[in-house]
């Protein structure tokens, strides 16, 4: 019987034992959260507060799309709101933000 040689693939937040690889974790409620470099300067912004659009954090932070971030910091279980705002010309977009009971917890 032949055995596999490589181990199958685990996402890039998991990889690793130990935390030295650039990953960083927030402790709170006894559980710790692994975040990536981006994701915790994302995360680092929305807590300063205010309502930001894509365009604003992509700005501030020079991401080209912090969308994804958001998504993967939504499900580790930060709670990141959004609303949706009717632009001057028509259209419409989201503002994300960190509410502030739960940034002063």
Same mark, same amino acid.
């Given at each position: 019987?032949?055995?596999?040689?490589?181990?199958?693939?685990?996402?890039?937040?998991?990889?690793?034992?130990?935390?030295?690889?650039?990953?960083?974790?927030?402790?709170?409620?006894?559980?710790?959260?692994?975040?990536?470099?981006?994701?915790?300067?994302?995360?680092?912004?929305?807590?300063? !507060?205010?309502?930001? $659009?894509?365009?604003?954090?992509? @700005?501030?932070?020079?991401?080209?799309?912090? /969308?994804?971030? %958001? +998504?993967?910091?939504?499900?580790? !279980?930060?709670?990141? $709101?959004?609303?949706?705002?009717? @632009?001057?010309?028509?259209?419409?977009?989201? /503002?994300?933000? %960190? +509410?502030?009971?739960?940034?002063?917890?």
């Amino acid at each position: 019987m032949k055995q596999k040689e490589q181990a199958p693939g685990t996402r890039s937040e998991y990889a690793g034992a130990n935390n030295g690889t650039g990953k960083y974790t927030q402790s709170g409620n006894d559980m710790q959260i692994l975040f990536g470099h981006h994701q915790r300067r994302v995360y680092n912004f929305l807590l300063q !507060g205010g309502r930001h $659009s894509v365009a604003d954090i992509s @700005a501030a932070l020079r991401l080209s799309d912090p /969308r994804a971030l %958001i +998504r993967d910091l939504r499900h580790k !279980g930060i709670a990141i $709101s959004d609303e949706w705002v009717k @632009a001057e010309h028509g259209g419409r977009f989201k /503002r994300y933000f %960190i +509410r502030k009971e739960v940034r002063d917890e």
